[in-house]
């Protein structure tokens, strides 16, 4: 069976691939622009797990999915560190695009296969700031709790045909997109988080893969790994 994950040319999205590789799935894999970072994963993996990679740039088309798609991750997403008076329009529709509209029509397409198989999870990776909100990250923090009210709608829309929708609320993650904090800043924010320091991608992976794998859930749950963040 097939695992979709969106935005695994790194971070999260490349530790998720390799877990569910190392469990036995097959992949569709998907990037935005770092298709020669997708395509180092994807050799690497079909020579460490022997498993189907299916790559692709952009958008999913119909054409780029197997009949057995089981899993989708939509992990994709973007962030813009600005006061809101400060953000363009172009920017707001870039974020919007990425957290938002790829994730409606990434589940549109693969739920579609699901549906006609009567089994499937999806999974959306949203962030604690949807709950919360962060300030200089208002649009994110708008789209993430657009994550995480689309994941309650849709687990309610898909219940009867025996497809699940999940959501985990991410908290602080070692990632690229921690990188606009110098290094005083990076420290404060962690004296900040009651764990005393950010996940690894490693370990949201490893989390991820139990939750959805044992079923540690019910469909519609907002999954919260927050670091102690109030």
Not at 95 to 105: A, C, G, M, P
Request: net charge negative; hydrophobic share 40%.
């Amino acid at each position: 069976m097939y695992t979709v994950i969106t935005g695994a040319s790194r971070g999260i999205g490349k530790a998720l691939a390799y877990k569910f590789a190392s469990h036995n799935y097959d992949l569709v894999l998907t990037c935005e622009k770092n298709i020669d970072l997708l395509n180092e994963v994807k050799k690497d993996i079909e020579d460490r797990f022997n498993r189907n990679v299916i790559i692709v740039k952009g958008e999913l088309n119909r054409e780029d999915l197997p009949d057995d798609v089981y899993i989708l991750i939509n992990n994709a997403g973007k962030c813009d560190y600005n006061l809101l008076q400060d953000t363009s329009y172009e920017k707001y529709k870039e974020v919007i695009y990425s957290n938002l509209d790829y994730t409606f029509l990434t589940s549109k397409l693969v739920s579609e296969k699901m549906i006609k198989a009567r089994q499937g999870i999806i999974v959306n990776i949203s962030s604690m700031w949807g709950i919360l909100g962060a300030t200089m990250e208002t649009i994110y923090s708008m789209t993430k709790g657009g994550i995480n009210a689309f994941t309650k709608a849709l687990a309610k829309e898909l219940k009867d045909s025996n497809v699940d929708v999940i959501a985990f609320a991410l908290g602080a993650v070692d990632t690229d997109m921690n990188n606009h904090l110098s290094g005083s800043e990076r420290e404060e924010f962690v004296k900040t988080l009651n764990n005393g320091r950010m996940w690894t991608v490693d370990e949201i992976a490893d989390i991820i893969y139990d939750v959805v794998s044992n079923k540690k859930y019910n469909t519609g749950d907002i999954i919260e790994l927050n670091n102690g963040l109030i």
